[in-house]
């Protein structure tokens, strides 16, 4: 069983940056490849980015080149680093941990319980 927990959302004009950090417990998570996810009111759960265990990492063309996905294995915990934040980029946040490498929702395994990150116009 793998444990995550997410901090880091708040509230931030837009334009403004956010760090989330997502803290894994029970496993080691070098070998899962781990994946941030938001979901707007009313909308479904949607792909960030995520970072495979080779280092490869992946973005959703909407946060590309504002966000950054990062890992640091000895802690344990995974980060989004979040840039130039839009009110548009309003959700709840969730980190994910996944035992095969993949972008897609439903093959991730464990998740966190969501961190809210308004952004206002």
């Known amino acids: 069983q793998v444990q995550l927990v997410e901090s880091g959302g708040g509230l931030v004009q837009a334009g403004g940056s956010l760090r989330l950090s997502c803290a894994a417990s029970?496993?080691?998570?070098?070998?899962?490849?781990m994946g941030w996810f938001r979901q707007a009111p009313g909308k479904e759960r949607e792909f960030v980015a995520d970072?495979?265990?080779?280092?490869?990492?992946y973005y959703a063309d909407s946060v590309k080149g504002r966000f950054t996905i990062s890992r640091d294995n000895a802690k344990n915990t995974i980060f989004l680093q979040m840039n130039g934040l839009k009110p548009e980029d309003t959700a709840v946040y969730y980190c994910?941990?996944?035992?095969?490498?993949?972008?897609?929702?439903?093959?991730?395994?464990?998740w966190g319980q969501g961190t809210q990150v308004t952004v206002s116009s």
């Open positions: 994910a941990a996944s035992r095969v490498p993949t972008h897609q929702r439903s093959r991730y395994d464990y």
């Open positions: 029970g496993r080691s998570l070098s070998g899962y490849a």
């Open positions: 970072s495979w265990s080779g280092g490869t990492t």
